[in-house]
């Protein structure tokens, strides 16, 4: 398993990252210290804990899903986000609670990103489509354990599907070496108005959470903000 994106946290206390979330979420100018505050802890959790990593699918017999060439890949920022979310709980800090979530949350969406660049300059290959756990036919939820096995603590999930760490994500990725069929990721600036994990204009991440928590959402959104099917133990 690689670490996670070390060009992604390398960014993750600059002012422009910041401000990016800032404004994605509607804080306020006057929340940058108590926001960056939240990063601050966040951060060397993540530079320990965080990994990502792909492996070939072995889902080629699932009905429903079509030919193509599909590779597992799997997200994590780590138990420590967890454990940092839940102490904010405890003492009632809601307001920085909220804020891990937004940053986490950005952090795996760039996530998607980086992982299309990984991909297109180590392997050869393009990213045609993100397929979600319980997103779509053909990719049911009921698959999601065999994706995690062999990961062991690191991530896993219980029998009601519900992984952990929460700030993780799951997902089958189709391939392709077209670069004109590249999906850029969900869903800002995609052009994929068939993809059936898209949220259209990327409207959904320019809410706030709290509102956004309130909101039905695909597979890929629910597993980044803490939301999807199943109670968690």
């Given at each position: 398993m690689a670490a996670f994106f070390t060009d992604l946290l390398d960014v993750f206390l600059t002012p422009a990252f910041l401000e990016k979330v800032?404004?994605?979420?509607?804080?306020?100018?006057?929340?940058?210290?108590?926001?960056?505050?939240?990063?601050?802890?966040?951060?060397?959790?993540?530079?320990?804990?965080?990994?990502?990593?792909?492996?070939?699918?072995r889902m080629e017999d699932w009905p429903g899903r079509k030919e193509g060439v599909y590779e597992e890949v799997v997200m994590s920022l780590g138990h420590g986000v967890d454990d940092l979310q839940e102490s904010y709980g405890r003492r009632g800090l809601l307001s920085e609670s909220?804020?891990?979530?937004?940053?986490?949350g950005e952090l795996l969406m760039e996530g998607y990103a980086a992982y299309n660049r990984y991909?297109?300059?180590?392997?050869?290959?393009?990213?045609?489509?993100?397929?979600?756990?319980?997103?779509?036919?053909?990719?049911?939820?009921e698959m999601l354990p065999e994706m995690l096995e062999g990961y062991g603590p690191r991530i896993t999930c219980n029998?009601?599907?519900c992984i952990s760490p929460k700030k993780s994500v799951v997902f089958a990725a189709e391939l392709t070496r077209d670069v004109k069929s590249c999906c850029e990721g969900i869903c800002a600036g995609c052009n994929n108005k068939h993809c059936p994990g898209r949220t259209e204009d990327g409207s959904a991440v320019r809410r706030r959470f709290p509102e956004l928590a309130e909101q039905p959402l695909n597979y890929g959104y629910g597993r980044i903000f803490g939301k999807q099917e199943g109670k968690c133990f």
């Open positions: 800032r404004v994605k979420f509607h804080y306020g100018e006057e929340q940058i210290p108590q926001l960056r505050s939240v990063a601050e802890e966040m951060l060397p959790l993540m530079r320990r804990e965080a990994f990502w990593e792909r492996k070939e699918s909220y804020m891990l979530e937004t940053l986490a991909l297109a300059e180590y392997a050869g290959w393009y990213v045609a489509g993100f397929h979600f756990p319980g997103g779509e036919e053909g990719f049911p939820l029998a009601a599907f």
